[in-house]
């Protein structure tokens, strides 16, 4: 199908949606559970009481990735600040790639349904009724098969798919998943699922314009590498790499082989 202004548009839409929705909700769980507030102070790790082993670890993993990236941008202003702001966007971004991602998979029916129908999803029901209730909830037991498709992944696609990476130390509770789930499998998004360019334009409308826009504003060339990132990740629509190919490589082969090709009735 072609991704016409319309379809864009209500793309564009979507992951804005999805954007606000997972990084809000990143927010508000950095600084009830984890003691990281948005405006940079941070709580001595051993004051938060309230957390088990497991969510110390993860109160550990957010604080050293949150001063690696001060650490490693001091050119970038706004200090601590800035650094939880981007580690809340870049978990965001992470989540939302891996579940539309698996959209796509299944919507090509390379995995059973897994997300398609949120805790009614036939993979997921195959799941619970092996797992049993050894494993918590429905929400507890739905995460768990969703790691297990990450870690499925994660074999071939290690850079998105990966739990360790520093990029996806967090996962939604259960309202914003569901809420999430609600946006992925909105009815006029379906045929999306099935299209070759749907990720690059997630990809692309992730970038928020208007802070693009104030980056311009702001100076004739980027500051930083974050800037060089958000001023210059546009996706490439697949006419324009057509036409490139048509007309490099496709020309090299018509000349090679003198015209008899039926390439000559494709490109």
Known sequence: MAFDDPTRKRLSDFVQDARTCITDEFTQKFQSLYGISETGDITPRDELKHLDEAGLATAALLRARIMYIVAAHPEERGGVKAAVARVAREQAFTVLNRLAAVRTAEKRELI???????????????????????????????????????????????????????????????????????????????????????????????????ERKTMREESSAPRNSRELAVRNQFFTPRYVVEFLTDNTLGRLWYEMTQGQTRLKEQC
């Open 112 to 210: 059973v349904e897994s997300v398609a129908r949120g805790f009614q999803s036939k993979g997921f029901q195959v799941f619970e009724r092996i797992a049993g209730a050894g494993l918590g909830d429905t929400y507890h037991r739905y995460r768990r098969y969703l790691y297990c498709l990450f870690d499925e992944f994660a074999v071939d696609l290690g850079i998105l798919f990966d739990r360790r990476s520093p990029q996806a130390i967090l996962f939604p509770r259960e309202p914003a998943l569901l809420a999430l789930l609600d946006l992925l499998n909105a009815p006029d998004l379906e045929s999306l699922w099935a299209e070759d360019e749907t990720i690059g334009w997630i990809y692309q409308y992730y970038n928020d314009p208007t």
